[in-house]
């Protein structure tokens, strides 16, 4: 049962479906926005041009209170989906572990300025012995 829970789990919260998930809910809340324009907006417009009806400044004032509305309401739902996302990723981010960061592979040879492999006692390049290198290699010698 844990399995199942644990699988179901990272389904949804994977990235892509948290993603196609707010693209629902907001064309949702989009599709409210265009459904107001239409009917407080472009409706009214061809009855005024087709049927030649005058409206009075009171439904004009309705109607641009309607969409008003409508858009107060889409960006409402925006911003409590912003938040919402953002505390999920940041609950998610709580326990995973930070990256370590990995060792160096390479290192700078001190006379020619070539990279150079990091355990290399001479370089490549220019032969010179590298100080630290011949440094280490006789600690160890010393402690064998």
Same mark, same amino acid.
């Given at each position: 049962?844990?399995?199942?829970?644990?699988?179901f789990k990272d389904f949804a919260?994977?990235?892509?479906?948290?993603?196609?998930?707010?693209?629902?809910?907001?064309?949702?809340? @989009?599709?409210?926005?265009?459904?107001?324009? =239409?009917?407080?907006f472009i409706q009214p417009t061809i009855n005024m041009i087709i049927t030649r009806k005058f409206y009075s400044l009171?439904?004009?004032?309705?109607?641009?209170?309607?969409f008003g509305s409508s858009v107060v309401n889409f960006l409402i739902m925006a911003l409590i989906l @912003? @938040?919402?996302?953002?505390?999920?990723n940041k609950l998610? =981010?709580?326990?995973?572990?930070?990256?370590e960061p990995e060792a160096l592979a390479v290192k700078i &040879?001190?006379? &020619?300025?070539?990279?150079?492999s990091i355990n290399a006692t001479r370089c490549p390049h220019c032969t010179s012995h590298i100080?630290?290198?011949?440094?280490?290699?006789?600690?160890?010698i010393a402690e064998v």
């Open positions: 049962m844990k399995k199942l829970i644990k699988e919260l994977r990235g892509n479906v948290m993603d196609m998930a707010v693209g629902v809910l907001i064309g949702g809340a @989009f599709s409210g926005i265009v459904t107001s324009l =239409t009917d407080n009171e439904e004009i004032a309705g109607y641009a209170s309607a @912003f @938040f919402l996302l953002k505390a999920m998610l =981010t709580i326990g995973a572990r930070k990256p &040879c001190p006379f &020619c300025q070539s990279e150079i100080p630290e290198a011949e440094e280490e290699v006789q600690a160890e």
